[in-house]
């Protein structure tokens, strides 16, 4: 049987609204943002960066594809392991900490990224102790 403390539940309670006041401004973010649209078709001559239209060319609304996430450290804080706890990040064995992985907005790198932002935002703000609470993402 598993005991909590009353600090550690008025801590969950804590990192739990932390988390989504967070998550609320990263959809909100990644919902508005309005990403730079993607072409996708073939040159009219390698590397000419010019677009044969004579053949199909399909236009992707929501950008380029990515990935995004926002790390926290330390990875052993009251927060990291109440995130960790709830299924909420991961340990982060190459950058170290934990990781909140970006899953909403499908493949866009930009919504991604906007979402991963606003929520490193609201979570340093809220819990200016933490060592460091940074979005960051790579192209797919």
Not at 54 to 74: L, M, P, Q, T, Y
Not at 88 to 96: E, I, N, T
Request: charge should be neutral; charged fraction near 20%; include cysteine.
């Amino acid at each position: 049987m598993i005991i909590q403390n009353t600090t550690t539940m008025k801590n969950d309670k804590l990192f739990q609204e932390v988390y989504d006041k967070a998550y609320q401004a990263g959809m909100e973010a990644g919902r508005f943002h309005n990403p730079r649209p993607m072409a996708v078709g073939y040159e009219t001559e390698l590397f000419s960066g010019k677009l044969d239209t004579s053949r199909n060319v399909e236009i992707v609304n929501d950008g380029v594809c990515g990935f995004a996430w926002i790390n926290i450290k330390s990875g052993n804080s009251a927060f990291a392991n109440f995130l960790k706890r709830n299924g909420l990040a991961s340990k982060d064995s190459y950058y170290g900490g934990v990781t909140v992985w970006v899953s909403e907005f499908g493949q866009s790198y930009e919504r991604k990224m906007a979402f991963a932002s606003a929520f490193a935002n609201v979570v340093s703000e809220a819990l200016p102790t933490l060592k460091s609470v940074y979005a960051s993402g790579r192209l797919d």
